[in-house]
């Protein structure tokens, strides 16, 4: 009874939407024409024909590109370099980093992408302005390098947040004795600071890297253009469903986009228990030695 509710809010906004996608992606079903009054069932057609389409592939390739470059490197590193200079900062100087990290992250999309969109103008945009180079069109030259910096600059907030957190828990007598053992910066941050957040960094890599390669936010600077060069698969899937018409299509594509996140997620998953276990391994391990006592050295 308690969780009766909770399990109705999953079924109508996970489970049915989920198999709603698998049967409409079974279907030539469209959004004008007999096809959306009558929609026919085509079976694994639709698959077929998106797995044989080099447009899929190479919005694959962009979004891979994309959550990686993005994502894994950009958002989770800038993050921690924010997150562990901010360590050594204090007062106002502090305060003022926060809060301009954090404002890329709190203004809604729109505002964001319109903030891009401005900066990279190519008659009156800021950008070509500080640079002097009047006339240039970042978007169509350089769409994929655009949609990569604007992301990093909207996500690195929640990375800075998330590593901040671990960051303060790391023990500080650990740090105290790494230093006074005459370790460096470096040898402190890879022998004290990443054991002991190795869990954070695991759980910030896994929601950057699903999140990364869902969103849609992308669409509002660059459209997927020009000529389908920044079009990530959230992207691709829009164009097919919305103004290409071809819901059924679309439908399959997300069902591929749901597999591929489960699979990443099984993935992250299964190193973090594989992580997990070492430490409960080695425990068991010297209680053992323990229990056994010291032995006798062979003459």
Do not use: C
């Not at 594509?253 to 391994?281: D, F, H, K, Q």
């Not at 080695?282 to 032995?295: L, Q, R």
Request: aromatic share 10%.
């Amino acid at each position: 009874m308690f969780v009766a509710p909770a399990l109705a809010l999953i079924g109508l906004f996970l489970v049915f939407p989920a198999i709603w996608t698998i049967y409409l992606g079974m279907t030539d079903y469209r959004l004008t024409g007999f096809a959306a009054v009558d929609p026919e069932f085509v079976g694994l057609d639709n698959y077929a024909r998106i797995l044989g389409d080099p447009t899929f592939w190479r919005s694959l390739r962009l979004t891979l590109v994309f959550v990686l470059v993005s994502g894994i490197i950009g958002q989770s590193l800038l993050g921690f370099a924010v997150a562990w200079a901010l360590r050594r900062i204090t007062g106002w100087a502090k305060t003022l980093i926060e809060t301009l990290v954090l404002a890329a992250w709190v203004v809604p999309a729109s505002v964001a992408s319109f903030l891009w969109i401005a900066l990279l103008d190519r008659r009156e945009g800021t950008l070509n302005e500080i640079l002097g180079t009047t006339g240039m069109a970042w978007l169509i030259e350089y769409p994929m390098a655009s949609i990569i910096v604007f992301n990093i600059w909207v996500g690195t907030a929640f990375s800075m947040l998330l590593f901040s957190s671990a960051l303060a828990a790391v023990p500080p007598s650990q740090l105290e004795s790494a230093r006074m053992a005459g370790a460096t910066g470096w040898q402190q941050l890879r022998d004290v600071v990443i054991p002991n957040i190795r869990g954070h960094i695991l759980t910030n890599t896994l929601l950057i890297t699903l999140w990364t390669f869902n969103t849609f936010t992308p669409y509002l600077v660059t459209a997927g253009g020009p000529n389908g060069e920044s079009e990530i698969i959230a992207v691709y899937i829009y164009n097919t469903a919305i103004p290409g018409g071809q819901l059924g299509v679309g439908a399959a594509i997300s069902l591929i986009m749901l597999l591929i996140n489960l699979v990443v997620a099984l993935g992250y998953l299964r190193v973090g228990r594989a992580r997990g276990a070492r430490p409960a391994e080695a425990s068991a391990a010297e209680a053992s030695a323990a229990e056994a006592g010291p032995t006798e050295k062979a003459p």
